[in-house]
Each structure stands twice: as C-alpha cells, then as structure tokens.
C-alpha cells in the first residue's frame, strides 16, 4: 500500500468536490481580513515593539509559562487586560484557537453540561471533543432552544454544572447573539456564560471592550478575546473569575504544554489596548463604512448586519466560487465560503470591512458585484 495513500484518496475527493483548499498570496484591496480597525500595519504597534526591543524584552519566550518562559510583559498585559475589560483576571494564550480549545475541554467537569449556538467556532467544537462534560447543540441565536436543551437535560437526570458557550458576533454571518436573554437564562441555572468577543473586541462596546461588556466581571461569566483581528496582533486573552486562571494554569494541557507566547507580542497587545482608548477615531470611521456599505452592497442581497461582516449568501458552491474569482481578478480580495466552513446549501461570498480601503474602494467593490453576480 503506498505511503499517505489515505490522505491522498481523501485529497483526491476534495478535488472532485471542488472543495480543496489551497494557500495563495494575499492581493488586491482588502475586503477579507479581519483586521478590521487596520492596526495590522500600525505604527503605534510597530514602535511599542521597538521600544520593548529597547528594553531588552526578547523575541522568543524560552519555555512554557511554568517553566522558563513566563516573561513580565505577560503579567503585565495580564493585569492591563483584566483592568480594561473589567474582570478580576486574565490569562495570555498564543491563539484564539487555543484558548478557545483549552477553556471548553478543561472547565467543564465530568457529569457537566455544554450547550453551544449551532455555529459557535470550530476551535469550541475542538474543546469539546477533548473535553469530559455532556455537550449539546441549540438552534442559532434562539434563547428558547438553549433553555429547552437545560431543561431536557435535567428532566434525564442532569445534575451537574450547565455552561452556555456562544460567540458575541458571528464570524460569518455577522450577527449579534442575544446575550441579555442568555444572560438571564444563565442566571436562572446557575449556569456559567462564555462568550467568544473574537469579532467584536475592538469593534464595539465602551472603549472597544465589545458586545460582551455589560457581562464584565461577573463571576459566572468567561470572554475570550481574541487579539489578532481588531486589535492587529495574534494571541487570545481569557478574561474572567481568578478560579479561572487557576485552574487553567494547573489543568489546561493547552496552556501547560505549549511554549509562551512571544513577549514582544505580548508588549504590542498592551499598546493596542491603549490605542482602543485613545483613537476612538478609528470605530467611528469604520461604522461610516459599514453605513456605506450597506448602501453600495444591498442591493447585491447583502444582509444588514450593522457589522463589519457582510456575508452575500449564494448556496451554489461553484457560483460562490466564479464570482469570487472574478472579484479577485478585479482588484478585490473577497473569499468564496464553502462547506464545511459553513453549513450545507449556504456557500457565500464574506465581505469584512476594514479600514485598510475606504468607502470609494466599497463603492467600487459594490459595481464589481454586479458584474460577478450577473
């Protein structure tokens, strides 16, 4: 039998299915990104690492948190996070992916209960295979399916913890999760809440701290903020009781096994915190081009979200597929959304608006569609 021969049939039927995924170079005016305030490229950033290189904070970590490699720039965004998004603590993770992973496969206990959206992240669904605790889908967006999913639960003989997992801002349908009516539902089963911010950190709430910010600092509530969309970095930061924390970095294999993250990124998340405070600017420019948005891409069966999510929902993968093509050769980097990324028959273009084009560049992208989509 030939080496790989498995991963090769099963290469060989994502071909078939026109579903392979390759990497290509990043060109035209960006409409795919998430760096949605443009801090990516900022000079703020840029210098606050040439400052900490001044400083003699190293590139690399050295080692796990508990061994070597638990550098004072990590404390210190540590503190400065659980300061700023109004929780009694935080903990630094290298991803989203990986915080997402290691919170839901180490919180939630044997004989516990995770119900999550129906389309909360891969990263979550990763947690949870790893993790010990029962886990149950609810319908999108739909408080009743999350309460009815507890009650089953416990009608069956459930006598454990129940935890609600949900994103604040879905990242392809741009979307808001009703987090008051869940917060409520938490509330009347004694239920912990966590909220993936990972789109809205940044973008929305009070100085940037996101949709999730009325929730800060209650003590049945974890967010994880993501680090490498609107705030221009990478890494991930888990907000939330110091029990949290604790136990993470006793239980969490994720966190425990993993080499720390660099603490010049570290020193660079600082910097974009305070620049969230200090450039305001930069959220009201990008509602300006949502509006605009709405106005040059409705037309096209673009949702108004009030995001900077636009998703064109087109169900034909080989359609989705041709008009991003034909997007890309115009200029526009605009992805085309298969399955399974999303689910069966909603294949989409996914429109993210930054502040890396302008609104002419969206008013140009809108007459574009109508040559792809027609």
Known sequence: MPMFSAQIRDLSELEAQDRLRRLVPRAGRDFSSNDYLGLAGSS????AVTDAIGRGVPLGSGGSRLLRGNHPE?????????????????LFFSSGFAA??????????????????ALVHASA?????????????????????????????????????????????????????????LAAIAARHDAFLLIDEAHATGVFGPDGRGLAAAC??????????????ALGCEGALLCGPRVMRDFLINRGRAFIFSTAPSPLIAAAVRAALRLLVDEPERRARLRTLIEVAERALGAHGTAATGSQIMPILLGDDARTMR?????????????????????????RLRI???????????????????????
Not at 100 to 117: E, K, M, Y
Not at 323 to 347: K, M, N, W, Y
């Open 216 to 229: 800060d600092g209650a003590e049945n509530v974890i967010t994880l903020r993501t680090c490498g969309k």
């Open 74 to 90: 990590h404390e210190a965004l540590e503190k400065e996070a659980a300061r700023f998004f109004g929780s009694e603590s935080a």
């Open 323 to 347: 008009a991003a093509e034909h997007l890309q050769a115009a200029g526009f980097d605009v992805r085309g959304i298969r399955p399974p990324t999303v689910p069966a028959g909603t294949s």
């Open 125 to 181: 669904h990763e947690g949870l295979r790893l993790g010990r605790a029962d886990h149950r889908r609810a319908g999108h967006n739909d408080p009743d399916a999350f309460a009815d999913a507890i009650a089953d639960w416990r009608r069956a003989g459930g006598t454990g913890r129940v935890w609600i997992a949900v994103e604040s801002l879905y990242s392809m349908d741009g979307d808001r999760a009703p987090l008051p009516a």
């Open 44 to 47: 703020r950033l840029a210098a």
């Open 100 to 117: 997402n992973a290691a919170l839901l496969s180490t919180l939630p206990q044997r004989g516990d209960l995770v119900v999550h959206d």
């Open 352 to 374: 993210s608006l930054t502040l890396n084009v302008g609104p002419e560049d969206v008013n140009a992208l809108g007459s574009a569609l109508s040559e792809a989509l027609a």
